[in-house]
């Protein structure tokens, strides 16, 4: 099966900075990757995805890059804020299984 | 439009006990995932399920633990003869047919095995 592997566990920020995230994946079949936001006792929210064959994608302050020669991921939060602080979860599917392969996830904090 | 709803969010059992999971999916949407998150873990994936057919049980424990979607109502999770290492949160997701990999998690249950 799948694995995904991320990095670092713990980041911390200066408000205003830029967090990354990075992720990596074993097989090379995964062609869906999701990123979840997850505040501590609520549910994983999916804050953005893309597919394979799209090397980078951006919604406002969050982009997410994908090297799929390298077969890693990453998430990119500018101008961070306070309320990004959370735990956030990468995950793969493989095609054809739809079920999601998750990351160990990193704690964020931004420091106001 | 309601999102994926959980019930109960918190579960307390004996051991020995049976903890019965639910979940209502988002309107319209057909697909419906469990997944379990131990503390300070990640999630992780126990069973794929569309309506009256389980597609993927690959992560689900061989003994105590079941799951089903019937044509009608929520798709539970049971667990029987409940361990202290069943406690975890049990998140359920759901995704639309035409957009099977979007998954969109209910809040969770919180199971604690006394």
């Known amino acids: 099966g799948e694995n995904v592997e991320q990095h670092p566990s713990t980041l911390s920020v200066q408000e205003g900075d830029s967090a990354v995230i990075k992720c990596t994946y074993s097989?090379?079949?995964?062609?869906?990757f999701p990123w979840y936001k997850q505040e501590l006792g609520k549910r994983p929210q999916l804050i953005i995805d893309?597919?394979?064959?799209?090397g980078e994608k951006k919604d406002q302050r969050i982009a997410v890059t994908l090297n799929k020669t390298a077969k890693h991921f990453s998430l990119h939060i500018t101008e961070t804020q306070p309320e990004d602080s959370a735990v956030y979860f990468c995950a793969a599917s493989i095609r054809g299984a739809n079920n999601l392969f998750f990351g160990t996830g990193t704690r964020l904090t931004v420091i106001p | 439009n309601a999102g994926v709803m959980q019930n109960p969010r918190h579960l307390v059992r004996r051991r020995g006990q049976e903890a019965r999971l639910r979940c209502s999916p988002m309107k319209g949407h057909s697909h419906v995932y469990w997944y379990r998150q131990l503390p300070e873990e990640g999630l992780k994936f126990m069973v794929y399920?569309?309506?009256?057919?389980?597609?993927?049980e690959s992560g689900m424990p061989k003994e105590r633990f079941s799951a089903e979607f019937p044509k009608e109502g929520p798709s539970i999770l049971r667990i029987q003869q409940v361990v202290r290492g069943d406690s975890a949160a049990y998140f359920c997701?759901?995704?639309?047919?035409?957009?099977?990999?979007?998954?969109?998690f209910g809040p969770g249950t919180r199971l604690l095995v006394l």
């Open positions: 893309i597919r394979s064959n799209v």
């Open positions: 399920l569309q309506k009256e057919n389980i597609i993927d």
């Open positions: 997701a759901s995704s639309p047919p035409y957009n099977q990999e979007t998954q969109y």
């Open positions: 097989d090379s079949a995964s062609n869906y």
